[in-house]
């Protein structure tokens, strides 16, 4: 159980294009889905938090404008990143909660790798 | 605020030998502790967590961590490693009444040696 989809796994794109990823919790509702960014042999760094319904809420030094959010049903979860360049090439995991009380874990899907040209 | 510090950005071990990952943790308010592992170009799988009761914690694979309060310390052991074992490993704390972001440690890696 608690299985996070997230497509595509590596995209590869010209600079100056959209890239959307999805992050889709498969077999359970998701409250709650985080989005982390991960450099090379790095730990996670927090991007941004969605809750179903509302505004994603940004980490300090995150554009929001860069970095579109949108958390449209219980289950998906999109980042598009907007106009990317060559520095927004990284790692992109994305996290679904059940949310409610504290201490259940973020479930977390494979990754995207993103590599801009 | 809360914080995570694994000491050992690499642990190294022979296969079969006792696995060690240390994580030490800051938390103003009641924590929960995530151990989390990360296979290359894959996400994170939750190994175990502990948010109340029981202080020793079983996950999957064999592991297992104690939460000791004294000591804010929530280290991950093995008893006997095995080759498949070899990742990233990341201990993680959240917050207390709802809060679930969580605050990542900076990884271990684990290496096993045949």
């Known amino acids: 159980g608690a299985v996070v989809s997230q497509h595509p796994s590596w995209v590869i794109c010209k600079s100056g294009t959209s890239v959307k990823i999805e992050c889709r919790s498969l077999?359970?509702?998701?409250?709650?889905m985080f989005w982390y960014r991960q450099f090379p042999k790095q730990s996670l760094m927090l991007m941004a938090t969605?809750?179903?319904?509302?505004?994603?809420?940004?980490e300090q030094g995150v554009e929001k404008d860069k970095f579109l959010i949108n958390h449209a049903s219980l289950t998906l979860s999109t980042l598009t990143v907007t106009s990317a360049h060559p520095e927004d090439s990284s790692f992109y995991i994305c996290?679904?909660?059940?949310?409610?009380?504290?201490?259940?874990?973020?479930?977390f899907g494979d990754g995207t790798r993103l590599s801009i040209l | 605020a809360q914080s995570v510090t694994q000491l050992g950005s690499h642990v190294s071990v022979s296969e079969g030998a006792l696995v060690l990952l240390r994580c030490n943790y800051s938390?103003?308010?009641?924590?929960?502790l995530f151990w989390y592992v990360q296979y290359p170009n894959q996400g994170l799988q939750l190994l175990l967590k502990?948010?109340?009761?029981?202080?020793l914690v079983k996950g999957i694979n064999g592991f297992e961590a104690e939460f000791k309060k004294s000591e804010t310390s929530f280290h991950l052991t093995k008893p006997s490693a095995h080759m498949s074992d070899a990742a990233e490993y990341f201990c993680?704390?959240?917050?207390?009444?709802?809060?679930?972001?969580?605050?990542f440690g900076q990884g271990t890696r684990l290496t096993i040696n045949p």
């Open positions: 502990y948010t109340t009761g029981a202080t």
């Open positions: 077999d359970f509702q998701a409250t709650t």
């Open positions: 969605s809750n179903e319904g509302s505004k994603a809420t940004y």
């Open positions: 996290s679904a909660s059940i949310g409610g009380m504290g201490g259940q874990p973020q479930h």
């Open positions: 938390s103003s308010v009641p924590p929960y």
């Open positions: 993680a704390v959240a917050g207390w009444k709802g809060a679930q972001k969580l605050v």
